[in-house]
C-alpha cells in the first residue's frame, strides 16, 4: 500500500470577507467555533495520511494558530498560484506515494467524498485522478476537456484562461488532486506562469500528463455541494446551514429529538444521548456529552460541558462544567467560565 500525503492549499487572502482585520485569512473564520480549514483536516483524516501539509500565505499566522497541532506548514510568501503553493511544500521532494491536494475554503467536503476519490485512483492505477463535478452555472470555476467522441480528458482550463467556446463547458475542476508524487515532483517544474495572471496554475499538470501519456481520469462528484467553497459571507452562512443540517440529522437518526432543528446549532464533537430533547434556541458548542433522556432548552447555552442523564437545563448557560444525573438547572442561571 503506498504512503499518503495530504496539502491543504489554505493561503487565500480572502478579499471578499471584507474584514477590518487585514491579517484575518479566509480559512480561520469558523463555522460553529471550528475554522473552515479544520474541517477539511478532520474529512481528510479518513485517508490516514502519513503526513498533512497546510499551506499558508496571507493571515499565514492566523491559519497557522488553526492548524499546528494537526499538520506541518509550509508558507507560500509569494502569491503565485496553486502549482507555486505545492512547490511550498519541500518536504515532498523526496518522498513516494500519492499527494492529495484538497483547498482550506470547503468546509463541506466529507470523508466518504474522498474515500471515494482515492478508491477510485488506486483501483484503475491512475497517475493523476482529478475531482469534478457538473454545474447548472459553472461561472468562476476552471472547465475540464474531454475528447470528443472518446470522452478522454485532455486538460483542465483555469477559469481566467477558458475561451468563448469553452465557457459552455459546465464540468469544473474541483480543485483535489490525487497524484503519484514522483510524477508531481518531476512536472511542476515544468509549470509555466505565462498566462493571464501570472501565476503557476496546479491544474497544467493534467494537460502535461496527458500529453505524456501518463494515466489520468476524473472522478465526477454527484453532490456538488461537497465542493463548495467560501469566498464572502454569504457564502460562509449558507455552509454552515448546510453543516448544522447534517449534524441534526444524524443526531436524529441516532435516537435525539430536535424540536426545531433550524434554531439548533450543534458541533459535530458533541455527543448526545438517546431519547434526549433539545428545544428551540439551543446552541452546544465545543465537546459536549449530554446523557440520555435530557431535557436542554429552550434558550440554553452548553459549551465543553457534560451533562448527565435525566437531566433539565432551561434558559442557562453551562460552560466548562459538570451537571449531575436528574439536577435541573435553571431557568436564568449561569454556570462555569
Known amino acids: 500500500m503506498k504512503d499518503k500525503y495530504v ?12 474584514s477590518l482585520d487585514e491579517d484575518h485569512s479566509k480559512v480561520a473564520y469558523p463555522i460553529l467555533g471550528k475554522p473552515l480549514v479544520n474541517y477539511v483536516i478532520d ?41 507555486g503553493a505545492v512547490m511550498c511544500v ?24 474522498l474515500r471515494k476519490i482515492y478508491h477510485k485512483h488506486e483501483k484503475f492505477g491512475h497517475d493523476l485522478t482529478i475531482c469534478s463535478t457538473v454545474l447548472a452555472n459553472p461561472s468562476g470555476y476552471g472547465r475540464v476537456i ?23 463547458i459546465n464540468e469544473v475542476n474541483s480543485g483535489i488532486y490525487v497524484v503519484d508524487n514522483k510524477l508531481l515532483q518531476e512536472y511542476l517544474p515544468k509549470l509555466s506562469r505565462d498566462n493571464k495572471k501570472d501565476e503557476y496554475y496546479l491544474s497544467d ?13 476524473a472522478y465526477v462528484l454527484e453532490d456538488a455541494v461537497d465542493i463548495y467553497n467560501i469566498n464572502d459571507r454569504i457564502q460562509l452562512a449558507y455552509a454552515a446551514k448546510v453543516l448544522r443540517k447534517r449534524i ?6 441516532s435516537g435525539v429529538s430536535i424540536e426545531d432543528p433550524e ?44 451533562i448527565g442523564h435525566h437531566a433539565k437545563i432551561s434558559h442557562s448557560v453551562i460552560k466548562n462544567t459538570e451537571v449531575n444525573d436528574n439536577e435541573v438547572v435553571g431557568p436564568f442561571e449561569v454556570r462555569g467560565k
Open 7 to 18: 496539502v491543504i492549499l489554505a493561503a487565500g487572502k480572502g478579499q471578499r470577507m471584507a
Open 205 to 217: 499538470i493534467v494537460g502535461l500528463f496527458v500529453k505524456d501519456g501518463h494515466k489520468v481520469d
Open 90 to 113: 519541500s518536504d515532498l521532494k523526496d518522498k513516494e506515494g500519492d499527494v492529495i491536494i484538497l483547498c482550506g475554503d470547503t468546509p463541506l467536503l466529507t470523508s466518504e467524498t
Open 146 to 168: 474531454r475528447e470528443r467522441p472518446s470522452y478522454r480528458i485532455t486538460e483542465v482550463r483555469p477559469y481566467a484562461e477558458i475561451s468563448e467556446e469553452e465557457i459552455e
Open 248 to 253: 441534526n440529522h444524524e443526531l436524529m437518526l
Open 263 to 306: 434554531t439548533a446549532y450543534i458541533t459535530k464533537e458533541a455527543v448526545v444521548g438517546k431519547d434526549t430533547v433539545i428545544f428551540p434556541n439551543v446552541h452546544i458548542l465545543g465537546k459536549c456529552e449530554i446523557g440520555e433522556e435530557c431535557h436542554i432548552g429552550p434558550n440554553v447555552v452548553l459549551e465543553n460541558a457534560k
Open 43 to 83: 474529512a481528510s483524516k479518513i485517508l490516514e495520511a502519513k503526513e498533512t501539509y497546510v499551506v499558508v500565505g496571507f493571515g499565514g499566522k492566523a491559519t497557522a494558530r488553526c492548524v499546528e497541532k494537526e499538520a506541518k506548514i509550509a508558507w507560500q510568501n509569494e502569491v503565485n498560484g496553486t502549482g
